[in-house]
């Protein structure tokens, strides 16, 4: 079964930083696209970013650029999103979620992780 | 980057009856267009992708249709598992952006 598996809920203080994860599993993961998209409380949906896992190549929207950090470690199949110091605003729910086919990264995603609660407060 | 504007916000219809969800985008996006589900508490799903073509196990009550910069997802006779929110979403160009979303809610 194609799936992907989120680390947990996280609950941290404004400067802090953080690390989520995503792992893939009944799949070449160095084969396909993943990203990271967010969703804040009540909100709609709006992409972060995304890295082919074959070779890092990474892609931001402009939105997040300088603001997060994509990776992706292909020896246990799991890709990554991080922050070096966390703002009240990046509260949200963040899913990450694979594309359909392997060569396009702007392709539709198909495959969506269960979702990880960030929540930022003091 | 190119905006997605999806309408109407919320649709009341009852179990059996048709929905139509419009989203127009503020440039073409050629047949780039797809459209995700989302329940409360859940995972977006897909549904449609460039246009017309359903995701994998989506039945054929849900269709897509348009090009360019209007878009229609049709869903033919709703049931009680199609109440959700709906996004339409382009990837004809980077970033890829997403709609606001439609909430089809049980009347």
């Known amino acids: 079964e194609v799936q992907l598996v989120q680390s947990g809920a996280e609950v941290k203080k404004p400067g802090e930083s953080l690390k989520i994860s995503c792992k893939a599993s009944?799949?070449?993961?160095?084969?396909?696209?993943i990203g990271w998209v967010r969703q804040m409380p009540g909100k709609g949906l709006e992409w972060v970013a995304i890295?082919?896992?074959?070779?890092?190549?990474?892609r931001y929207s402009p939105s997040f650029q300088g603001q997060v950090t994509i990776s992706a470690d292909k020896s246990i199949n799991t890709a990554y999103l991080q922050w070096s110091s966390l703002k009240a605003s990046d509260t949200a729910m963040y899913y990450c979620?694979?594309?359909?086919?392997?060569?396009?990264?702007?392709?539709?995603?198909?495959?969506w992780g269960q979702g990880t609660m960030v929540t930022v407060s003091s | 980057e190119i905006v997605l504007t999806q309408s109407p916000a919320t649709l009341s219809l009852s179990p059996g009856e048709r929905a139509t969800l419009s989203c127009r985008a503020s440039q073409s996006v050629s047949s780039f267009l797809v459209w995700y589900q989302q329940k409360p508490g859940q995972a977006p799903r897909l549904l449609i992708y460039d246009a017309s073509n359903r995701a994998t196990g989506i039945p054929a009550r849900f269709s897509g249709s348009g090009s360019g910069t209007d878009f229609t997802l049709t869903i033919s006779s709703l049931e009680a598992e199609d109440f959700a929110v709906y996004y339409c979403?382009?990837?004809?160009?980077?970033?890829?952006?997403f709609g606001q979303g439609t909430k089809v809610e049980i009347k």
């Open positions: 009944g799949y070449g993961f160095t084969n396909y696209w």
């Open positions: 979620a694979r594309t359909r086919s392997g060569h396009d990264p702007k392709d539709a995603l198909d495959i």
């Open positions: 979403q382009q990837r004809y160009i980077s970033p890829r952006t």
């Open positions: 890295i082919y896992p074959g070779d890092s190549d990474s």
